[in-house]
């Protein structure tokens, strides 16, 4: 099977870091060290595992309308086969 992967800039896997680990980015000046300790002691992963974590997660991402429910989702899919892996109701 291959695998799809995003092209992501360091710039952005930053702000991302930040933003799911409770750090402001602007208030810690864009330190790396702290952006690499904050996700080592939450997620067990340095900055370079976190990017590509993230880059092999966004090929996944889907938004799509159920026609049962008529609510919005979005969440990780095989999306050649319209097949959810995860989800949530878009609110």
């Not at 710039?11 to 208030?27: P, R, S, V």
């Not at 997620?43 to 049962?68: H, K, T, Y």
């Amino acid at each position: 099977m291959k695998i799809e992967t995003a092209n992501t800039h360091i710039f952005e896997i930053e702000q991302l870091a930040c933003k799911i680990t409770g750090l402001d980015y602007d208030e810690i000046d864009a330190n790396t060290e702290i952006i690499e300790s904050k996700l080592m002691d939450d997620l067990g992963v340095d900055l370079s595992q976190f990017q590509e974590i993230v880059e092999r997660l966004l090929p996944l991402i889907m938004i799509a309308n159920s026609g049962l429910t008529e609510k919005t989702y979005k969440g990780f899919a095989e999306i050649e086969k319209s097949v959810w892996l995860t989800k949530m109701e878009v609110k």
